[in-house]
């Protein structure tokens, strides 16, 4: 069967403070707290799609900082389809620092399977410019708690904040490598209208990496957590209207995930020394390989290297052989 997240948003609900990169409306798109008959009509829906497996996802706010009454409503609500064969799990979303043993005593005792933290630093001088409110140390400790109690663990980290640099993302992925987590997600900054990176990006405090330096960034830390057995569940924002018009700079495009991918390609080929190669790969890559309008070629070509790229079929998809 196919698997889905049957995701419910709660929009800033709960947060303690307002981060510089948060604009919850403009990501999630919603603006209006879900109630217990949201959670069920949507779950119903989704049900009618018999050839899905789902995990229900409370995502977009910090779960476990809202209201405890709503909190557990809507726990009540996912929980009465704990044992429908379609759904395999509840996901919910939330802050390092709104991690205790009490927390995570509730959780259980509602059917949660997954926890994701919004880490997004690991160096506590960004975490502290981009006004997050805690500390790695946080990270690290709500973590390991997660672990103990047997849920699956899921870390956010974001490159390019303010104040941040390439070395200190390397070293973000390699201390959340080292908390090895079940997933994670890989998010580039993007500057939102009306939050506090905004006001820097227009008073020329701050530069955001765009597309094509977040998608190097990323071409870094990528293999790291492929590596590590780390399985990477997204990178990138999820295309998004309100996004397109609320973005002024930042590593935002509808083919992020797909862009990472063509630059980790390339990168295995600078690896090698300037020359001639043919490289081989799968036809289902080959436009991968190649890049927008042949950007990869052109890159490739400025930099010493002349390749021909032959197809063959029996190598894996992204995989390259280089002769």
Do not use: W
């Not at 069967?1 to 919603?30: A, L």
């Not at 103990?148 to 390019?160: K, N, R």
């Not at 104040?163 to 908390?179: F, G, H, M, S, V």
């Not at 052109?298 to 032959?310: D, F, T």
Request: with cysteine; proline share 3%; charged share 25%.
């Amino acid at each position: 069967m196919r698997k889905g997240n049957i995701s419910i948003f709660v929009p800033h609900s709960g947060c303690p403070c307002q981060c510089s990169f948060c604009n919850q409306k403009t990501i999630t798109g919603k603006s209006q707290q879900p109630t217990a008959d949201d959670v069920r009509s949507a779950v119903e829906k989704a049900l009618k799609h018999k050839n899905f497996e789902y995990e229900i996802a409370f995502f977009g706010g910090s779960f476990t900082a809202i209201d405890k009454a709503y909190m557990t409503e809507l726990l009540e609500a996912a929980h009465q389809y704990a044992d429908c064969q379609q759904i395999k799990g509840i996901r919910i979303s939330t802050r390092p620092d709104c991690i205790s043993a009490e927390i995570l005593e509730l959780l259980k005792s509602y059917g949660v399977t997954s926890i994701e933290l919004g880490a997004q630093s690991m160096d506590d001088g960004v975490l502290e410019a981009n006004r997050r409110g805690h500390t790695a140390q946080a990270v690290a400790r709500a973590s390991r708690l997660i672990k103990s109690y047997g849920f699956e663990l899921g870390l956010q980290m974001m490159t390019g904040l303010y104040t941040d640099t390439l070395e200190k993302d390397i070293k973000t992925a390699e201390k959340i490598i080292e908390l090895q987590p079940k997933t994670v997600r890989i998010y580039p900054t993007v500057v939102l209208k009306n939050t506090y990176l905004a006001e820097l990006y227009t008073e020329e405090k701050y530069n955001p990496p765009g597309v094509d330096d977040s998608a190097y960034i990323c071409s870094i830390l990528v293999p790291m957590f492929e590596k590590a057995g780390i399985k990477i569940i997204r990178i990138g924002l999820h295309s998004s209207e309100d996004i397109k018009n609320n973005m002024l700079a930042g590593g935002f495009h509808d083919s992020f995930g797909e862009i990472v991918k063509s630059r980790i390609m390339v990168n295995k080929i600078l690896e090698l020394p300037p020359g001639d190669y043919q490289v081989f790969v799968n036809e289902k890559s080959l436009s991968k390989l190649k890049g927008n309008k042949k950007s990869n070629i052109y890159l490739l070509m400025e930099r010493g290297y002349n390749i021909k790229i032959i197809t063959d079929n029996g190598l894996a998809v992204d995989e390259l052989r280089i002769k």
